[in-house]
């Protein structure tokens, strides 16, 4: 009779102690008395997570195939529990398209206004609450080389999972930057040679003639409602999108979408 094959490779192996450690190391802290942890699911969005040296990870659940698509590096510190589906989807639900991976981390620290140095396109959002559209509009952000994205401490949806995986690696390559008052931040744009221009359809002007200089802020509001009376009044200018058809206004993230390639195309060539 052949002998049974070992059911544990090295690479488990490797896991289970990362597993002991960080589970010794857990029991000696004392308790947090919030969890403040963010779950981060689907392979795109962790594998980003996995590669910024500035996200705190604490625990990667997975399948054994998401893991093998993963590649995760032998020297990683991250203890890893291989797990069926649906541990994961106890995590995070049922509805949500995990890819069988769930990565919990502290959230990212978000950066002070004066930290953006010779940024020359930012991103603000006035209320924008919906995260599924923020996540989205982090994406447009990232592959159109805005250098940062600007939101009210109030009013704005935190980091999470859903926001995360809308927008697919882009919050690891993007400061995220929070303001208390928008207006302040709009009055410090302008005075920093930041040419502020928000997004309305009734805009007196089309976008691509409102541009002027070589640094651009574009501030766009909520789905309804629009930017803030006060915003409105804040801003360097008001512009529109050129839209010929029937309907006269886009959903806020192909709005940013659109208003960021025009912007980066006025930037290149100036």
Do not use: C, W
């Not at 698509?69 to 639900?93: F, K, N």
């Not at 919990?104 to 950066?111: D, F, N, S, V, Y």
């Not at 994406?139 to 994205?149: D, E, I, M, P």
């Not at 009013?155 to 927008?167: D, F, M, N, Y």
């Amino acid at each position: 009779m052949s002998a049974k094959p070992p059911s544990h490779t090295p690479k488990d192996s490797h896991y289970a102690r990362l597993r002991r450690e960080h589970r010794s190391q857990t029991q000696a802290a004392q308790p947090a008395e919030e969890d403040t942890h963010v779950r981060l699911y689907g392979l795109h969005t962790v594998r980003a997570a996995l590669d910024n040296p500035r996200r705190i990870k604490h625990r990667l659940l997975a399948t054994r195939n998401a893991l093998q698509r993963l590649e995760l590096r032998e020297d990683s510190t991250v203890p890893v529990e291989i797990v069926e589906p649906r541990v994961i989807d106890a995590q995070v639900g049922p509805d949500a398209v995990h890819q069988g991976v769930l990565l919990e981390t502290e959230p990212l620290a978000t950066k002070r206004l004066d930290a953006m140095g010779d940024a020359k396109l930012v991103l603000v959002l006035d209320q924008v609450t919906d995260p599924h559209n923020v996540g989205a509009i982090l994406r447009s952000a990232v592959a159109f080389g805005a250098a940062a994205l600007i939101t009210t401490s109030r009013h704005s949806p935190q980091e999470s999972g859903v926001l995360a995986k809308a927008a697919s690696g882009a919050l690891e390559h993007i400061d995220h930057i929070e303001v208390r008052n928008l207006a302040d931040a709009l009055g410090t744009l302008s005075s920093s040679g930041f040419q502020t221009i928000g997004l309305d359809s009734e805009g007196p002007a089309e976008l691509e003639a409102s541009f002027s200089g070589d640094r651009v802020a574009l501030v766009l509001g909520a789905e309804g409602k629009g930017l803030r009376q006060k915003t409105r009044e804040t801003v360097d200018a008001l512009a529109r999108l050129d839209l010929p058809g029937a309907i006269r206004s886009l959903n806020v993230s192909n709005a940013a979408a659109i208003a960021l390639y025009a912007a980066r195309a006025h930037l290149l060539k100036g």
